[in-house]
């Protein structure tokens, strides 16, 4: 997280900036309410014309004009005048109450429109004044915050028609591996078509980057170092799957070594994903995650995750922690830490997790299941149906590194395990 | 949600799927794995070869040749006969086991690579078998699903490099009020901007509308009946916000019965939000949500999104619920059920929920910290620090309707109370 630096900024509308994360703080450019303002239907009048008001002495007041929201009166009301007010309309000057529209009698004398009053009302009565919601200055929203709906209603009310956000980094993505087919090619024997580029495009996308997905390459060391070289020209993450371990095949942290980038870690203590390798080459970052669609995802989710939005100045770029019932034996020991991908169920009574799929690390088909992932720390024996479990999603707030909640603690948990190549 | 229809379908790339609804079941359009391959390193051979092999007798095999993934063996194994292989690597004919790299010795006989075993392998032995984890036709996704990262992966694997989604319905929203200026016009005496349009918008979009926001109208009949007619004919669903309930100027009813629309309810016993008004005319949906920032807000959410989501056959198209702890007192009586702005924490040892701002239904800055409503049900006292609510969100999955949890139930709850103009 030493290494992570800030994406730029940029200004983008208020009908284009859903989700994206505020560069500025959001300021109150006004009081709100803007003026003293009626909270009813009702008539604006003098307080003191009511004083002695009552069921057996009503007192008359003419009704000298009607002003609707976005209305301003005419007439300074003087005694013995009301104005007929609606929701939200401005309190003419010289009225210091409203009196709701169900308590007063209409009345018509000489032609003309009055109301009958049988109670007195106080000063300041039925007024909602200016600022009294939000004094101009006050800082509404601070930078480093998602823009939600909520948000850009303040944007509006405050007159942002355009807003200062974070720029999306480009994250390049690059699949290695002389087994890929791309999508739209047909099987061919003993090749698979390449699943990690475009899940982890959406993965990435979902965090709030901009993707350019690169032909994917075989494992050939030339041909790899002149994509990834070239790639780095215009990413400012690239991420390549496949090529950390494949058997004699072992490429990618030698490319890194050609280009000259610092690698910060070349392995990690931990299931899926052992073979994750992230390097830092001239302010940009290099993630050489696992060609297994199981240890991409998790390596984009634990890794990648939160060096973009750390980038975007998030408060909590780390994936969400929650905990859970685990709704059946999980046999496993844990050697390592692992992370089981997993369905989460966010019952009204409770959490309740449960294994995904064959929690083969192959299986592309538990991927569609999951929505979560337990973390179950190493140096632990299998676990038990209905044991509470630490779960890591990636929907919603994030949250603060470290995990150090105790169902997480329980271990060297992920702990790098081999700095150096 | 009698009156929901479906908006139709589309097809769109595998690079712009990202949150859609699929329209179609998606099926496994080959085995996996597509044919029989070793899930480690190591060396294929047949496992007769190792029948009586120890470690004080160990057979040797010579090494014909070696395969990484993606390539496929030229030679048929025979007895004698081993090939290198690489993780995810078809097995070559012949061959029935696979032994790991680590557990052999190679050897170099006359020029020529060999390998040592020490241990007896069984047949089958490291296999992963063509269609051990999903056979070919199986249903992986169901139509209805929202696409997910891991979905993503499913269309690649399987070849859809474009899928059929639900299309997204054309939701206009049209805001009235007087008093409404834009967000880009500076403040006048009496007027406010215009923000539940925005906001709106960016509800909608969230729940995967397209969204068309109209200039904002006056409240004035003739032209905000002119307004509707015309924006009908382009959107799928109209929202209004405003001129439900203005004092004197409380058009929608009368515009949604001069169209000759269906009004399916004018008035729901729920604060804030009891003016809203849900109509439908030629398979078009009508919502006339209040004016007020925060009704409109819990309108939307409520009522335009189940129908929204439902058109895109969701099988939970409802905002989620679950319950939290309330952590500060709530003092107020709920003769009707209230939905209150708040901040959900959805912390590990459980959930806390905190009432936003000042919940003054016109307060636009409490919209910024909320995350949640908090429902009260009807006819209930005020609720205590301590005590566990029923809490309505808009983030992950939805729920089921009716809300038939105890929380939610005692009462009347939302209860249409007028169903005729």
Redesign the interface.
């Known amino acids: 997280m030493n290494h992570t630096r800030f994406w730029g900024i940029e200004d983008v509308s ?2 284009e900036c ?1 989700h994206r994360i505020l560069a500025e703080n959001l300021t ?1 450019t ?1 009081d ?4 003293n303002r009626s ?1 009813y ?1 009702g008539f604006a009048i003098r307080s003191s014309d009511s004083k002695h008001a009552s069921m057996n002495h009503p007192i008359t007041l003419k009704v000298v004009e ?7 009166a005419e007439h300074e009301i003087e005694s013995g005048m009301a104005v007929r007010i ?5 309190i003419p000057d010289g009225a210091d109450a409203v009196i709701m ?1 169900e308590l007063v009698k209409e009345l018509i004398i000489d032609g003309e429109t009055h109301i009958q009053i049988k109670r007195s009302v106080k000063k300041d009565e039925n007024i ?1 004044f200016q600022g009294e ?2 004094q101009e200055g ?1 800082v ?2 601070k930078a480093g915050t998602k ?15 355009t807003v200062s956000v974070y720029k999306r980094p480009v994250v390049g993505i690059l699949s290695t ?4 087919l791309d ?5 061919q ?15 990435v ?2 965090m709030g980057a901009e993707v350019r ?1 690169y032909q994917h390459r ?2 050939n060391f030339d041909s790899l170092y002149k994509s990834i070289k070239e790639s780095l020209q215009e990413t400012d993450v690239l991420i390549t799957t496949g090529g950390v371990s ?4 072992d490429f990618l942290p030698e490319v890194y070594k050609k280009l000259g980038a610092e690698v910060l870690f070349n392995k990690v203590a931990m299931r899926p994903g052992s073979v994750t390798t992230v390097a830092v080459f001239e302010e940009k970052w290099l993630f050489g995650l696992s ?1 297994n ?1 199981s240890a991409c ?1 998790v390596g984009a989710e634990l890794f990648v995750r939160p060096v973009i939005l750390k980038g975007m100045n998030m408060l909590k770029p780390h994936c ?4 859970a019932t685990l709704s059946r034996d999980f046999p496993k020991p844990n050697p390592f830490t692992r992370f089981v991908r997993a369905t989460l169920s ?4 409770g959490n309740v997790v449960k294994p995904a799929g ?1 929690d ?1 690390s ?4 538990s ?5 979560c992932l337990i973390a179950l720390p190493g140096g632990t024996r299998g676990w038990e149906k209905g044991s509470e479990v ?1 779960v890591i999603t990636w ?3 994030g949250s603060e590194w470290p995990w150090d ?1 105790p ?1 997480f603690s329980k271990s060297s948990a992920i702990k790098t395990v081999e700095k150096q190549l």
């Open positions: 208020i009908t859903d109150a006004h709100v309410p803007p003026f909270p239907d009607t002003i609707g929201a976005g209305q301003v609606m929701t939200g309309a401005k529209l909602s919601d939000t006050t509404l929203v823009i939600t709906p909520g948000i850009v209603a303040i944007l509006a009310t405050f007159g942002y028609h591996g002389t087994e890929l999508v739209n090619e047909d099987l024997p003993g090749k698979i078509r390449n699943s990690n580029a475009y899940m982890c495009a959406a993965q996308r979902a997905i075989e494992d494949v058997g004699d095949y060609g669609p995802f969400r922690v929650t905990k966010e019952e009204i009574d064959l083969k192959s299986s592309v088909s991927l569609v299941e999951a929505n630490g929907h919603g707030e909640h169902l």
